[in-house]
């Protein structure tokens, strides 16, 4: 009953932090994906690729709301209650299993804890992560069954939502190539942003600068946020590629071309979509287990 409780947390906390600042999930993609959807010699699609000049442009162009806050939103929704009750609801009872029961668990414990949980939900979860993220990439102003703005400017369009473009992977890419395409890499990613997030999290609160209060998690949630997001990065933009169905030599010539930092483009976005994140989502999960009777992370 207790880990119940734990699931019935983490879920909708994460859920509604994921939904209310989707606007910079859906910036980072476009980021991390200019430029290399466009053919050699095209001009850019976007004139300034900063995180303000693409929100900007897309806001311009296609409207806040519908350019920016909700491109995969329904997937990014569901994902993050599936996602979010694994990665965070697991977590306490893996530490403290691993910490012998001892109540101290080391940092050891809490990152190998982190990222089993961040493993397991990202395993359960990777077909939503692989729509979002083309939901999101896609996403622009369609006319005519084209899209005239957006990366895919001046192509087809492939997917109507969520289940649309679920059926339509599937039945033209398959299982392993399409909706658990870059699984590897998502799993990796998932793991490392879940054990460095969780980790510095619970060692932060413990380093006594407040007693537990939102303040606190406010705090925590934010530091943590930008710790594991800057630890991510490069594994965030190699899964983004390859959920667009690039493979490993498309991504080495893509680093060649532009180099090692490319790696790191669109980190101020993700950085700041993180960060906010876990100001939200954190207070509203250890919130809602104050609410259940569940003792705080």
């Known amino acids: 009953m207790s880990l119940l409780k734990e699931f019935a947390a983490a879920g909708p906390g994460c859920a509604c ?95 190998i804890s982190g990222m089993l949980c961040g493993g397991i939900g990202s395993m359960l979860s990777c077909p939503l992560d692989v729509v979002r993220t083309r939901l999101q990439a896609d996403s622009g102003v369609m006319q005519n069954g084209k899209y005239v703005t957006g990366l895919r400017r001046g192509k087809p369009v492939r997917y109507t939502g969520m289940v649309s473009a679920l059926l339509t992977i599937y039945r033209e890419e398959g299982l392993r190539k399409g909706l658990y395409r870059g699984a590897s890499v998502t799993v990796a990613r998932a793991s490392l942003l879940n054990g460095a997030q969780l980790s510095s999290y619970d060692m932060l609160k413990r380093m006594g600068w407040w007693e537990e209060g939102p303040a606190l998690h406010f705090t925590c ?50 950085c700041a979509g993180q960060g906010l994140i876990m100001v939200l989502q954190m207070p509203l999960i250890e919130e809602f287990r104050r609410l259940l009777g569940v003792k705080a992370i």
């Open 221 to 270: 949630g934010l530091l943590s946020g930008i710790i594991a997001q800057t630890v991510v990065m490069p594994v965030d933009t190699i899964k983004s590629q390859m959920m667009l169905g690039r493979g490993w030599r498309d991504v080495a010539e893509i680093i060649r071309r532009n180099g090692p930092f490319w790696l790191y483009r669109g980190w101020a976005p993700a």
């Open 17 to 111: 932090a994921n939904g209310l600042l989707n606007c910079f999930e859906t910036t980072k993609v476009k980021l991390q994906l200019h430029n290399t959807h466009r053919r050699c010699g095209a001009a850019p699609i976007y004139h300034t690729p900063t995180m303000r000049g693409v929100m900007l442009q897309v806001a311009q162009e296609e409207g806040v709301v519908r350019g920016l806050l909700t491109p995969g939103l329904s997937a990014s929704l569901t994902r993050s209650m599936l996602y979010g009750a694994y990665r965070v609801g697991l977590y306490s009872s893996i530490r403290d299993r691993l910490g012998g029961g001892s109540g101290d668990p080391t940092l050891v414990h809490r990152m």
